[in-house]
T-cell receptor
């Protein structure tokens, strides 16, 4: 079973920041937080991952709370092309082959 | 190609027939994963390969499902005696061996849409 909880849907205005929350209260010390997104009819696309420090790349920023029980994915300037289902995943790299266990994700709708 | 390639992209088969789905991972990726996504649902893990061996087959839904990988590269997912509930998109992903501090991103293919009629 997925170890994360996400809101089923969110809306965001184009050009504004999209903040997607994720709860992972049972995360273990050796487990990473990964974010993927799936645009309609396509395969999932990697966005970002982190262990305990905040991370930023060209796509997004990941903010992880100090106790690591929750995180937030930030898309700084959402565009219509960011409309997708966003999955927050807890991944154990050394166990279970590092397989990704997907939950139901958050369906983000970016509106003009 | 540079990405994970899956074939066919679409497959329509009659109930009771066997089907084979193919996955070509990114060159050099020793880890390979199969997933299934039914209409409107999330991704369901099926099986994981490390090289040619499958240490985790826990997600295969029944003994009608099997998979193999040869040469540490191409993988085939076989579904025998297909049923209508097997209709779904079957996705394959590959990555380098997951390790701390390494590039462990898993890349997904575009999937095979299987329809059993």
């Amino acid at each position: 079973d997925a170890k994360t909880t996400q809101p089923p849907s969110m809306d965001c205005a184009e050009g504004r920041a999209a903040n997607l929350p994720c709860n992972h209260s049972t995360i273990s010390g050796n487990e990473y937080v990964y974010w993927y997104r799936q645009i309609h009819s396509q395969g999932p696309q990697y966005i970002i991952h982190g262990l305990k420090n905040n991370e930023t790349n060209e796509m997004a920023s990941l903010i992880i709370t100090e106790d690591r029980k929750s995180s937030t994915l930030i898309l700084p300037h959402a565009t219509l092309r960011d409309t997708a289902v966003y999955y927050c995943i807890v991944r154990a790299l050394y166990n279970q082959g590092g397989k990704l266990i997907f939950g139901q994700g958050t369906e983000l709708s970016v509106k003009p | 190609g540079a990405g994970v390639s899956q074939s066919p992209s679409n497959k329509v088969t009659e109930k009771g027939k066997d089907v084979e789905l193919r996955c070509d991972p990114i060159s050099g990726h020793t880890a390979l994963y199969w997933y299934r996504q039914s209409l409107g649902q999330g991704l369901e893990f099926l099986i994981y390969f490390q090289g040619n061996s499958a240490p985790d087959k826990s997600g295969l839904p029944s003994d009608r499902f099997s998979a193999e990988r040869t040469g540490g590269s191409v993988s085939t997912l076989t579904i025998q005696r297909t049923q209508q509930e097997d209709s779904a998109v079957y996705l394959c992903a590959s990555s380098l061996v997951p390790r701390i501090g390494g590039n462990t991103e898993a890349f997904f293919g575009q999937g095979t849409r299987l329809t059993v009629v």
